[in-house]
């Protein structure tokens, strides 16, 4: 069931069985921030991003990955992965630092990516974040900055190691189970998405159907996820899957669409009467939302049909 919550514009609010237990909590989602391999700049749509958001001031920031561009053959030099992530600091992580805000990010495959060959990268992704831990209460942390979780106001986040194609590796599965016996409501992110949301990316995911059924059982409702460079916010079994548009280089075409994604960041805000809304604001200011109605009705693939939020009764 959804209804209209007049403190978003556009917003569509899900019915979900949450728990949570004090004020509304504003998340806001970020994804894909990078430009060209290598790349020590970043758009000034980015820093408007940015601004935007501390103007929101939201309870957390997350990033769904791909905040650097490493994953390069030949290899980039440590040198130059170390510049990126100061370049990426200097842009995103010190401004809401300064602000207050907490910031929890997953590894895209352009920061840490698990293939052979990139190890150097991964490490120094570790590195990079270890001294960088965000204010929150940490459930699991020992494997920080990859698979990680964290409780705010009653809701479970849950940080997905998933830079590769396919199941998640490790243990990762057991430690999502062992989460839901809280009780809480659980939302995830991840680099990659469980199912396709855009065109020519469509193997790209992490296609596992014992971790849709984890999710079934052990209370997540949702899932943010990046990697496909454009927005929807879509619902399957109970569980809705939102894929980030990119606010970097690279915006692409939801399957079923032929207009490409604009750039824009993504706000999900929890009430406290177990409702949680999804509102998407679009550049180059940030201030206008992206109509719902304006994006396919259902994304279709052939393990999944993701039906758009706003059409679920």
């Known amino acids: 069931m959804y209804r209209r919550c007049s403190a978003l514009i556009a917003v569509f609010i899900w019915t979900a069985l949450l728990a949570c237990k004090a004020a509304a909590l504003d998340v806001i989602v970020i994804s894909d921030l990078n430009g060209s391999y ?52 200097e842009a995103v992580s010190d401004p809401l630092e300064a ?9 895209g495959n352009h920061d840490a990516s698990a293939y052979r060959g990139f190890e150097r990268e991964r490490k120094i992704y570790a590195e990079e974040w270890t001294p960088r831990k965000p204010g929150v209460d940490f459930l699991v942390s ?20 998933a830079t590769t194609l396919g199941p998640l590796s490790g243990d990762q599965l057991d430690r ?39 999710y079934l059982e052990s209370g ?45 960041f993504t706000h999900v805000t929890f009430q406290p009467n177990g409702e949680f809304g999804i509102a998407v604001y679009r550049g180059p200011d940030f201030e206008r939302s992206v109509n719902f109605k304006s994006l396919p009705k259902e994304i279709r693939s052939p393990n999944a049909v993701l039906t758009r939020l706003d059409l679920v009764k």
């Open 38 to 89: 290598g790349s020590v700049r970043y758009d000034a749509r980015v820093d408007k991003a940015i601004e935007r958001i501390i103007e929101i001031d939201p309870d957390l920031v997350i990033s769904t990955g791909d905040m650097v561009a490493g994953q390069r053959i030949p290899n980039l030099s440590d040198k130059q992965v170390r510049e990126m992530w100061n370049a990426f600091h």
């Open 99 to 107: 602000a207050g805000i907490p910031f929890a990010v997953t590894p």
């Open 142 to 161: 020992d494997d920080y900055p990859f698979f990680y979780a964290f409780e705010m106001q009653g809701v479970t986040f849950a940080s997905l190691d």
């Open 176 to 214: 999502l189970e062992e989460l839901g016996a809280n009780g809480d409501p659980i939302v995830t992110f991840s680099h990659l998405p469980l199912w396709p949301f855009a065109i020519q990316r469509e193997r790209e995911i992490i296609g596992d159907p014992t971790l849709e059924k984890i």
């Open 220 to 264: 997540v409702v949702l899932h943010l996820s990046g990697h496909h460079h454009a927005f929807y916010p879509g619902w399957k079994d109970g569980v809705a899957y939102v894929s980030q548009a990119c606010l970097g280089g690279g915006p692409r075409r939801l399957i079923g669409d032929s207009a490409r994604s604009p750039h824009s």
